[in-house]
């Protein structure tokens, strides 16, 4: 069984940071992109970036200048570091991970369980 296990989410002032981390298998890391999703509450899932085998990396406008995705081969993780949080950046995120063509449909095939990531204004 796939896992994902992500964790470093919580609660942060506006203008704050926060540092995501994602843990999965060799297999999966070594031969898919991996990626951060995210949901707010009454919003639909939408890509937030995410980090090629070749580590070529992919984000959204929303996020540009303010997240950085990275991955640490010897561990299997990902990560994302998150500076000037916003409070319209409440949401789950979840991590993901897929082949390339996937991720930028905004899907993917192996889901972790989500952490929670709150902005107070």
């Known amino acids: 069984q796939v896992q994902l296990v992500e964790s470093g989410g919580g609660l942060v002032q506006t203008g704050g940071s926060l540092k995501l981390s994602c843990a999965t298998s060799?297999?999966?890391?070594?031969?898919?992109?991996m990626g951060w999703f995210r949901q707010a509450p009454g919003n639909e899932r939408e890509l937030v970036a995410f980090?090629?085998?070749?580590?070529?990396?992919y984000y959204a406008d929303f996020v540009k200048g303010r997240f950085t995705i990275s991955r640490d081969n010897a561990r299997y993780t990902v990560y994302v570091q998150m500076n000037n949080l916003k409070p319209a950046d409440t949401a789950v995120y979840y991590c993901?991970?897929?082949?390339?063509?996937?991720?930028?449909?905004?899907?993917?095939?192996?889901w972790g369980q989500g952490t929670q990531v709150t902005v107070s204004s």
């Open positions: 060799g297999r999966i890391f070594s031969n898919y992109a």
């Open positions: 980090i090629n085998w070749d580590s070529n990396t």
């Open positions: 993901a991970a897929d082949h390339l063509p996937t991720m930028l449909k905004g899907a993917a095939t192996y």
